[in-house]
């Protein structure tokens, strides 16, 4: 049965149960077969897809994608938007088959998280400096959620290759410090933000705009492309450019600025000097919508 499987693109499987998930998982392992992991919340959109594109590519044909689809719940605030986050399962299995994945693994919370108790589940894993600043700041359990969720999904899908986006930046850095800090045998892809034609970052938050949130939605990426103009004439001060920037996003009436910060790509420590390699980050709010973005200068 799972050989027959295994060889036919169309054949694309929906694993539900852990344990199945890491029985087959073994069962490819043993066979020497690549794995590459495309952790997601589902609702997905054409930046969910070309990391699936980008695990193929490096598994190969004989390899296999595997895209988890799981929203969270540990890594939204009390206050967030777990509730309304949008789902679409059947579209995400479709879109998933027509990409050639081979297994979309869609665990619950109640097998994620035995019986919400924590009796039952009572261990997390903290990364304690690059997720303190940022996304950090503003959602303070968030990271605490996605590095324990990852883990876990590490450890159940425990492939060779795990692809997450550069639309995260700040998770993606701290994923690769957990992998290093704790030893997880799984090299970490970081794939490009796909944009939108207008040039706003894809994301499944998008959805929740109006029509006139959406026009406004592109001052994220207009801000990063003034940053960028700005430090190619030169070096500049952190501080003058943030209010440069806040000037540019009051512009927009439905827009509330959250952060922004300019800071070192590798160590996420923020710069006084904002110059080329510089890397910036913002959060902009549109109503309830948070949306997120960043790009190096
Ligand atoms: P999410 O479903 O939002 O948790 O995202 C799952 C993965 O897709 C994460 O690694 C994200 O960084 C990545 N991702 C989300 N949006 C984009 C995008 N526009 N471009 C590239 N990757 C993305």
Same mark, same amino acid.
């Given at each position: 049965m799972l050989g027959r499987g295994c060889k036919n693109f169309s054949a694309m499987r929906i694993v539900k149960s852990i344990a199945?998930?890491?029985? =087959?998982?073994?069962?490819?392992?043993?066979?020497?077969?690549?794995?590459?992991?495309?952790?997601?919340?589902?609702?997905l959109h054409a930046g969910h897809l070309s990391l699936v594109k980008r695990a193929r590519q490096l598994v190969g044909r004989r390899g296999k994608v595997i895209v988890s689809i799981y929203v969270n719940p540990t890594q939204f605030g009390p206050k967030e938007d777990l509730g309304r986050y949008p789902r679409d399962l059947?579209?995400?299995?479709?879109?998933?088959?027509?990409?050639?994945?081979?297994?979309? %693994?869609?665990?619950?919370?109640?097998?994620?998280?035995?019986?919400?108790?924590?009796?039952?589940?009572?261990?997390?894993?903290?990364e304690e400096a690059l997720s303190r600043g940022m996304e950090g700041a503003s959602r303070p359990t968030h990271f605490r959620g996605?590095?324990?969720?990852? @883990?876990? =999904?590490?450890?159940?899908?425990?492939?060779?290759?795990?692809? %997450?986006?550069?639309?995260? %930046?700040?998770?993606a850095?701290?994923?690769?410090?957990?992998?290093?800090? =704790?030893? %997880?045998?799984?090299?970490?892809?970081?794939?490009p933000t796909y944009r939108e034609s207008d040039g706003l970052a894809m994301s499944s938050r998008n959805n929740f705009l109006s029509a006139d949130e959406r026009r406004?939605?592109?001052? =994220?990426?207009?801000?990063?492309?003034?940053?960028?103009?700005?430090?190619?004439?030169?070096t500049v001060s952190s501080e003058r450019l943030k209010a440069e920037l806040r000037h540019t996003i009051a512009?927009?009436?439905? @827009?509330?600025l959250d952060y922004v910060e300019f800071f070192d790509p590798d160590t996420l420590v923020p710069v006084k000097k904002v110059t080329r390699g510089s890397h910036i980050a913002l959060a902009v709010f549109f109503g309830k919508t948070r949306l997120i973005d960043n790009g190096r200068l």
């Open positions: 199945a998930m890491q029985k =087959l998982a073994q069962r490819w392992q043993v066979k020497n077969t690549c794995i590459g992991f495309v952790p997601t919340m589902g609702y059947t579209r995400d299995k479709q879109l998933c088959r027509t990409e050639g994945v081979d297994v979309v %693994f869609v665990p619950d919370d109640k097998l994620m998280y035995p019986q919400g108790d924590h009796k039952v589940f009572s261990t997390c894993v903290i996605v590095t324990t969720v990852v @883990a876990k =999904l590490l450890n159940i899908v425990q492939p060779e290759i795990a692809v %997450f986006g550069a639309k995260d %930046f700040q998770q850095t701290v994923i690769q410090r957990m992998v290093r800090d =704790l030893n %997880f045998r799984v090299k970490i892809i970081v794939a406004q939605a592109t001052i =994220l990426w207009r801000a990063i492309r003034q940053a960028r103009q700005t430090v190619r004439t030169g512009s927009q009436p439905a @827009a509330r």
